[in-house]
């Protein structure tokens, strides 16, 4: 049974990636619990000269959290009839990264799957700020992100970017190599770099990584980097036409160069793949 977090904010891009999580996983037996937290605006309690003030505020936020919940519940039990799944409510008052830091060990979530903002424009953004924060927050189970336009219909292919500096545990691997069990995926593994002289490490740890993935049609891609590591990633992605990019939470590896502010404001990652972050079990 694998616990899924569904984060919303009742907004589309929110819709969309509860619609993607339940036909991602629609061959699992999962529970889903779908999340909204609230908190009060700064300037909406900094006058407050008693805790009575406060706590109506507080109060509202609850009953119209509750309510919005209420008509996510009602929609997924008239309109999803997959016997493998089964949905509950979370409305908690807090931060949304807090929260979900302490809902992981909780409902033993090991899987999260939130909406962001995709491509808007000249002005387009891979990730609003939330999803960033919960990317760099929870480090210890799987993160799905995705974009408001992305239409899932089924994980034919997926991309995975590595620089081959790391070896992969197979724990790592694991929630990854049951999904392409299930969907019989198409593997592009991706090795972005500058150059592409293999250290002895780096010739060992692709050769563990064509052992994880034995058994699932693999294949082995290499670009030079002309801009920036997002932008290749997400070149190839496209010009593949794969359903999903994959990356793996490594401390200081790549990722962080697609979620580092000066990335995400400059944007240069913007893309209408949906991303797969794996959790950091080493770091």
Sequence with gaps: ???ILLP????????NAIFMAVKLYADMECKFYVLHTFEPKKENIAG????????VVYQSLAEASEGQLGEIMEYLEKNH?????????LSISGGLVETIRDLVPKYDIDTIVMGTKGATGAKSVFMGSNAVNVLKGIKNCVTVVVPESYDFQKLESLVFPTEYVHF?????LQPLLKLITLWNSKVKVFHVAQTFGLSETQKSNKEILKKRFAGHPTSFHKVVIKTTVAEAIRQFAEEERTDMIVLTNYSHDFFD?????PVVKKVTFRTEIPLMVLPDFQG
């Design 1 to 3: 049974m694998k616990n």
């Design 8 to 15: 919303t904010d009742f907004s589309k891009n929110a819709w």
């Design 48 to 55: 407050f000269k008693s805790s009575t003030r406060a706590g």
């Design 81 to 89: 009839k997959n016997p493998k799944h089964s949905f509950g409510k």
């Design 168 to 172: 992969f545990p197979k724990n790592v």
């Design 257 to 261: 160069k697609l979620t580092q502010e």
